[in-house]
C-alpha cells in the first residue's frame, strides 16, 4: 500500500481561518444585556456535541436516524480508507445535506503502536514510524475526500487515538492551519475562558461509562461549559460500543431538557466559541 499521497498545493485551495491560540475571555457579564443570539451558547446553561468517529455502518443505520428523529446534527469524524467510507459514499452526501458535519479523522487511521496497550495497532499504521510530511499529506487528501462529499472547505479534526506525534514529534502546528478546530480525548467539561482549540477535550463513551452521561451533561450545565460526547459504536459495529438504547436515553434527555442545552456540531460550537472569545 502507497501511503504517502502527492498532490498540488492544498493550502491554496482550502484557503481555510483557523485561529488556534488559547481562548482567552475578557468578563462576559455584558451578556446578560444582549440579544440572546449574542449570549454565551446562545443563551442556554451548556453546549453538548455529539460526535462519531470512524465512518462505521451502524453510525448511518443507527446514530444518524435517532438523531433526525430529534432535530438534533451529530459530527462525524471519517477515516476515508475505512470500507464505511468507501462504501457508503451516497449516504455520507445524504447525510451531510442533512445538516450533520463530516470530519476529517485521516485517511488511515494510525495511532501510536509504541503505547500501552496497542498491540492491536499493525505496522504499517504505527503513527510512531511515520514522517510528519506523511500524516501531514493522508490529512490533507482526507479534507479532498470529504469536499468532495459535502462541498466545503471549512473543516475539524480529531486526532486517531488522541495521538498527536509520529515519530518525528507533534504535528499540531503542520496541520492546525487547515482547521476550525481539533478535537483530542480527555474527558473533561471545556470552559470557554481555557479552551485550546487545538486540543478540544470530549468524553469517550462505551458500555462501562454511558450511565455517567447525564451527569457530566449536568456538570456542564452547572459550570456554563462545553460537553464533547465520542461515540464508536453505537448498537454494535465496533469493539468500543455503546448500545443503542443508552445512545437513545442520552439523546431523549437533551430533548427533554432542551431548554437549558444547545446541541451542535463540532464545527459550529467551535465558531461560536472563536466569535464569543473577542467579546
Request: glycine residues 6%; hydrophobic residues 35%.
Amino acid at each position: 500500500m502507497i501511503k504517502v499521497i502527492s498532490f498540488v498545493s492544498l493550502f491554496a485551495l482550502m484557503g481555510l481561518y483557523s485561529p488556534f491560540e488559547k481562548i482567552s475571555v475578557a468578563d462576559l457579564s455584558t451578556a446578560s444585556h444582549s440579544k440572546p443570539a449574542d449570549k454565551l451558547w446562545y443563551g442556554k446553561k451548556a453546549a453538548v456535541v455529539l460526535t462519531y468517529d470512524d465512518a462505521l455502518d451502524v453510525q448511518l443505520d443507527n446514530a444518524i436516524p435517532a438523531l433526525d428523529s430529534l432535530g438534533f446534527k451529530g459530527s462525524f469524524y471519517l477515516s476515508a480508507y475505512f470500507p464505511g467510507s468507501k462504501n457508503r459514499i451516497n449516504d455520507w452526501r445524504k447525510a451531510a445535506a442533512n445538516g450533520h458535519e463530516l470530519a476529517n479523522h485521516t485517511l488511515f487511521h494510525p495511532c501510536d503502536a509504541s503505547k500501552p496497550g496497542r498491540s492491536w495497532v499493525s505496522p504499517q499504521n504505527d503513527l510512531h514510524k511515520y514522517t510528519t510530511d506523511q500524516i501531514v499529506k493522508e490529512i490533507e487528501m482526507t479534507n479532498i475526500f470529504l469536499e468532495s462529499l459535502d462541498g466545503k472547505k471549512e473543516r475539524t479534526f480529531a486526532y486517531t487515538c488522541g495521538d498527536t506525534e509520529t515519530g518525528e514529534g507533534s504535528f499540531i502546528d503542520k496541520i492546525k492551519s487547515q482547521f476550525v478546530s481539533m478535537r483530542g480525548v480527555r474527558g473533561q467539561v471545556n470552559k470557554l475562558e481555557t479552551l485550546d482549540l487545538n486540543n478540544i477535550d470530549c468524553f469517550v463513551i462505551d458500555n462501562n461509562n454511558a450511565n455517567q452521561l447525564v451527569t457530566w451533561a449536568e456538570k456542564a450545565k452547572e459550570e456554563n461549559g462545553l460537553m464533547v460526547v465520542l461515540f464508536h459504536g453505537v448498537g454494535g459495529g465496533h469493539s468500543i460500543n455503546t448500545d443503542l438504547k443508552k445512545h437513545n436515553d442520552f439523546l431523549k434527555y437533551l430533548k427533554k431538557n432542551e431548554k437549558d442545552f444547545w446541541v451542535t456540531t463540532m464545527l459550529d460550537a467551535s465558531k461560536h466559541c472563536i466569535q464569543q472569545s473577542k467579546k
